[in-house]
Structure formats: C-alpha cells, structure tokens
T-cell receptor
C-alpha cells in the first residue's frame, strides 16, 4: 500500500523567509501528485498538481517539484507571509488519493 | 457555483445513535469521495463513487458505516450505531472526471462529528 510521509510535521518561520516542505511516497507508480492547503476548521484547497511526466509546477510564490524515481516532492514557498499559515498536505494518486499527514506552517509577522 | 455542500456542519450525538451525513457535489462532477480526518490517522479515504456507482469502499472501517449516492447531486454517509471512536471531521469531495485519472478534487467544508 502507498505510504505518504511529510516532514516536518510543524514548521515556524519569520515573515519573508523562503521555505521548503517535503513529501515522500513509497510507490513511484503514480498518476500525479497534488499539494493542498487546509485552513483551520475548513476543507482542503488544491494548490498545485504535477502530472507524473512533469518535473515541476509553479503558481505565484509557490513552486512544486516532483522526482518520481526517488519518491519525493517539495513545495517551495518564496517570501512567506502570515497568510500562508495553514496545514499543507500532499497527495499522490493512482486509483485513489493517498494523503500525507501534513505540515503545519506558522509564519510569524 | 456554491462548491461542495455538506450538512450538518456540526453534529453531537450519543453513542448508539444513528448519524447521517449529507453531501451535494459540484454540479457536473462525476466522482464523489468521502474522507475522514483525525489527528491520529490524518485524512483517510472511506469510499468513492464514479457516476453514482461505488467503486472502492475498502476504506470503510466496518459494517456500521454505509454510503449511498442515489443520484448525481446527492450522497449520504451513515453510521449506525455510532461509537465515540467515530468522532472526526468527515469531508466530502467531488471531481469532474472519474476517479483514477487523478483530477483535482474540490472539498466541502466538512462535518465535525462528536459521539459522546
């Protein structure tokens, strides 16, 4: 069964810092990988989707990379802002979604 | 579009009672997913439907849980009888194309269930 791990579980950074969130998965036979954001008490919002044939995707200050052979993905957030504070989850898909446990990010003003 | 709609938003019940959670997917979406989220286990897929047909229910914890999708615009997740360990946030999500191709899912706000 696919196992998805996210490290660290929690991260606190000062405003303006660039940061990297990590996601690893055990089975490289995936269709794609997605990064989601979850705000407290709310559902998930999709941030970026990387198809298995792609290496990276960018949206604004966010950049996600995918190395399928090594089972790793990173989410890079540039110039972090307090509004980025949330839990970030990665999910890999084949016939269904497999979610990581998330990284709780706090950006300190 | 109003997005995925879930009701109720909060539910508090006593052990042994029946609980029914409801979901209205985004209009035109063909796949619907039920998830459960807890601090201990994170986000777990319970069951998903393609074109109203249950495809994979291997995540359903036990026979106390059942899900139906009588039409393209409505689904229910029922727990009978409920137990304290069922306390969690239950999310419904939908996507445009059939599950298996990994299209983006759109999540509802969730139902917070507390079983006393």
């Amino acid at each position: 069964k696919q196992e998805v791990t996210q490290i660290p579980a929690a991260l606190s950074v000062p405003e303006g810092e660039n940061l990297v969130l990590n996601c690893s998965f055990t089975d490289s036979a995936i269709y794609n990988l997605q990064w989601f954001r979850q705000d407290p008490g709310k559902g998930l919002t999709s941030l970026l989707l990387i198809q298995s044939s792609q290496r990276e995707q960018t949206s604004g200050r966010l950049n996600a990379s995918l190395d399928k052979s090594s089972g790793r993905s990173t989410l890079y957030i540039a110039a972090s802002q307090p509004g980025d504070s949330a839990t970030y989850l990665c999910a890999v898909t084949r016939n269904q979604f497999y979610f990581g446990t998330g990284t709780s990010l706090t950006v300190i003003p | 579009d109003a997005g995925v709609i879930q009701s109720p938003r909060h539910e508090v019940t006593e052990m042994g009672q029946e609980v029914t959670l409801r979901c209205k997917p985004i209009s035109g979406h063909n796949s619907l997913f039920w998830y459960r989220q807890t601090m201990m286990r994170g986000l777990e897929l319970l069951i998903y439907f393609n074109n109203n047909v249950p495809i994979d229910d291997s995540g359903m914890p036990e026979d106390r849980f059942s899900a139906k999708m009588p039409n393209a615009s409505f689904s229910t997740l029922k727990i009978q009888p409920s137990e304290p360990r069922d306390s969690a946030v239950y999310f419904c999500a939908s996507s445009f194309r059939s599950a298996g191709v990994g299209e983006t899912q759109y999540f509802g706000p969730g139902t917070r269930l507390l079983v006393l």
